[in-house]
T-cell receptor, first 113, second 113 residues
């Protein structure tokens, strides 16, 4: 197992375009999280899935953001009509059933120009 | 609302020194605390997880302590090496039912050869 995998690693997009990121958690981890990190700050929680159910969403997750986890495996995070303020590192993490320890991926760096 | 603070924001020390990184949190009712390392432009690597009932955890040259009553945790790094240069983040899980981690802003550590 190679850990949490995120794709793409980098994405540059023009303002107003839609983007989608993918996260593959560690196999058999039933919990999956998305965080956003801006330069010089710690990550901020966006949303949480247990299996395929999205159980918690932050108020940071505006209506332009949507996340899914079909079949409780990989997850996608879509941002519609991107704005320059969406530029950040988007981090995915997963946890096993037996522990609350979070394991993070390498992140997707989004730049909106 | 739980807030996590890490001071200093940046620290530079000569190779070989022992050092302590600090983390404080405003609400002592936490479930656990996790220390992470983040290299520039990369994701987070979990270093140590301390449950609320524990006082410390050790891994190699790293030792993390937790004093819940005073809302503090420290990460002790022994015999620092240039490869330890990174940003160190602490994060608390507010309670057993909470799924999100609340992060500090990190301490950027530089070990000078």
């Amino acid at each position: 197992d190679t850990g949490v995998s995120q794709n793409p690693r980098h994405k540059i997009t023009k303002r107003g375009q839609n983007v989608t990121f993918r996260c593959d958690p560690i196999s058999e981890h039933n919990r999956l999280y998305w965080y956003r990190q801006t330069l010089g700050q710690g990550p901020e929680f966006l949303t949480y899935f247990q299996n395929e159910a999205q159980l918690e969403k932050s108020r940071l997750l505006s209506d332009r953001f949507s996340a899914e986890r079909p079949k409780g495996s990989f997850s996608t995070l879509e941002i519609q009509r991107t704005e320059q303020g969406d530029s950040a590192m988007y981090l995915c993490a997963s946890s096993p059933r037996s522990s609350t320890e979070a394991f993070f991926g390498q992140g997707t760096r989004l730049t909106v120009v | 609302k739980q807030e996590v603070t890490q001071i200093p924001a940046a620290l530079s020390v000569p190779e070989g020194e022992n050092l302590v990184l600090n983390c404080s949190f405003t609400d002592s009712a936490i479930y656990n605390l996790q220390w992470f390392r983040q290299d520039p432009g990369k994701g987070l690597t979990s270093l140590l997880l301390i449950q609320s009932s524990q006082r410390e955890q050790t891994s190699g040259r790293l030792n993390a302590s937790l004093d819940k009553s005073s809302g503090r945790s420290t990460l002790y790094i022994a015999a620092s090496q240039p490869g330890d240069s990174a940003t160190y983040l602490c994060a608390v899980r507010p309670d057993q039912g909470a799924q999100k981690l609340v992060f500090g802003q990190g301490t950027r550590l530089t070990i000078n050869p």
